[in-house]
């Protein structure tokens, strides 16, 4: 029998402005699912300033940075974990161009053409690398342990033996959350 390609991982965040608007959340909900990514673990929060400082580091000392961190602590964000063959570069893709003025010219069709306001409120978030990923995982799912999610859920996600919980927008094995 031969073995399924490795699920890759990335983080994903739908920014504060994206939750205040259910129309808006529901289409990107529906792209992602669209698109054949599984939603290995997705919550709503608001990010904390510390949270958000360790997160955004490498923009410390950058003219749009404090912008940043106090825009991505205003309100909930939905963050999640999302899987996929090539997730990372599928979900960059899906996003388009960080910078809003850019997507709405260059990927007028992408997440951040149709729904970016401004380079700081562009709608999404995703990793850029697996190191990435798998560092912003730690900071906003500290619980999410990814060895032995590799060695249990990632079988089970690969067999369709994991469901949507569309109410939670997460997995479950959970027969009653699979309606």
């Given at each position: 029998?031969?073995?399924?390609?490795?699920?890759?991982?990335?983080?994903?965040?739908?920014?504060?402005?994206?939750i205040?608007?259910?129309?808006?959340l529901?289409?990107?909900?529906?792209?992602?699912?669209?698109?054949?990514?599984?939603?290995?673990?997705s919550r709503?929060?608001?990010?904390?300033?510390?949270?958000?400082?360790?997160?955004?580091?490498?923009?410390?000392?950058?003219?749009?940075?404090?912008?940043?961190?106090?825009?991505?602590?205003?309100?909930?964000?939905?963050?999640?974990?999302l899987?996929?063959e090539?997730?990372?570069?599928?979900?960059?893709?899906?996003?388009?161009?960080?910078?809003?003025?850019q997507a709405?010219?260059?990927?007028?069709?992408?997440?951040?053409?149709?729904?970016?306001?401004?380079?700081?409120?562009?709608?999404?978030?995703?990793?850029?690398?697996?190191?990435?990923?798998?560092?912003?995982?730690?900071?906003?799912?500290?619980?999410?342990?990814?060895?032995?999610?590799?060695?249990?859920?990632?079988?089970?996600?690969?067999?369709?033996?994991?469901?949507?919980?569309?109410?939670?927008f997460?997995?479950?094995?959970?027969?009653?959350?699979?309606?």
């Amino acid at each position: 029998m031969q073995s399924k390609i490795p699920l890759e991982l990335t983080l994903a965040i739908l920014k504060p402005h994206v939750i205040k608007n259910p129309v808006v959340l529901q289409k990107i909900h529906d792209i992602i699912l669209e698109n054949g990514f599984k939603v290995v673990r997705s919550r709503r929060i608001i990010i904390t300033p510390p949270e958000a400082d360790l997160f955004y580091q490498e923009h410390r000392g950058k003219f749009f940075y404090n912008r940043l961190v106090t825009f991505m602590c205003s309100g909930p964000s939905d963050i999640m974990i999302l899987a996929g063959e090539n997730a990372i570069s599928k979900w960059r893709e899906l996003m388009g161009p960080t910078k809003v003025f850019q997507a709405q010219y260059s990927a007028p069709d992408s997440i951040r053409g149709k729904f970016g306001l401004s380079d700081t409120r562009n709608a999404t978030h995703g990793s850029d690398s697996t190191e990435s990923a798998e560092r912003e995982m730690r900071i906003l799912f500290k619980d999410f342990d990814l060895k032995s999610w590799r060695e249990t859920d990632e079988c089970l996600q690969q067999l369709g033996q994991i469901k949507l919980d569309y109410k939670s927008f997460t997995s479950t094995t959970d027969e009653i959350s699979m309606k």
